[in-house]
């Protein structure tokens, strides 16, 4: 369902996907990449999440989706604008997570994230600051590039090596491709290494997007992490008992 959320001075488009039955029931919030969609990621790793009972809620960034004006994605060529967008983009994910989890039909304690590519770093931050967060999941994230524009003003806002040590003690799943030429292998190792545990690291043979067998991977791991599997056995349990005459 198709909805926009946060207050009246910045509503922000979103999707809400709710299975049917097991609520309150746990829930993913998705993060898209840049140049990507809400839509994207709700028809890829949303759709096998609420395959497995787990509620989805996916927001457009700033200047993406519903909210693109013209070629601007790319043409930040202002510091100022950048961090501003950023700044902006995190705001709103951590609104909508507040949303996501007050929902009467979520289960408030069972909160994970996912994020992809630009999207795993807002997702990382997010979760850094939120203790809530049960699980995270990041698609295509590493350590900052070394050829970013404004590197030292963006390594200030965010260095993702320093940020991931606030989720140690929370389960973290890092999915990249062994020839991502966006975020490389070098930069995602780098990532990787400066994690806490719980943590693992799965390697696919391919680029920056997933293939779909690693995005159902990535939802079975948060069904387990979430509990999903239970909610969903005691269900069909509950379902198949026979009435009593």
């Known amino acids: 369902m198709h909805l926009e959320i946060g207050p009246p001075d910045e509503r922000v488009p979103a999707i809400i996907d709710l299975p049917i039955g097991n609520a309150p029931m746990p829930a993913v919030l998705l993060v898209h990449g840049l140049g990507s969609t809400k839509e994207q990621m709700t028809g890829s790793i949303g759709r096998a999440l609420v395959r497995r009972g787990i509620a989805t809620l996916a927001v457009d960034l700033p200047m993406h989706g519903s909210r693109h004006v013209g070629g601007d994605v790319r043409s930040l060529m202002n510091p100022l604008a950048v961090a501003q967008q950023w700044r902006r983009a995190i705001r709103e994910v951590s609104h909508a997570l507040r949303f996501l989890a007050s929902h009467a039909d979520v289960d ?101 997007w997933p293939p779909p067998n690693v995005i159902d991977d990535a939802a079975d791991w948060l069904s387990l992490q979430l509990g999903a599997h239970l909610a969903v056995a005691s269900h069909k349990s509950r379902t198949r008992a026979p009435r009593r005459a």
């Open 108 to 208: 408030g304690s069972q909160i994970g994230i996912a994020g992809y590519s630009l999207g795993a770093y807002v997702a990382l931050v997010v979760a850094a600051n939120d203790p809530s967060i049960r699980a995270v999941c990041l698609a295509a994230g590493g350590d900052l590039p070394s050829d970013i524009p404004f590197a030292p003003l963006i390594r200030n806002m965010v260095d993702p090596r320093r940020i991931i040590r606030n989720i140690g003690g929370r389960p973290l799943l890092m999915l990249n491709g062994r020839f991502d030429q966006r975020i490389r292998p070098e930069a995602a190792e780098a990532l990787f290494a400066a994690a806490l545990e719980p943590k693992e690291l799965r390697w696919y043979e391919g680029g920056h």
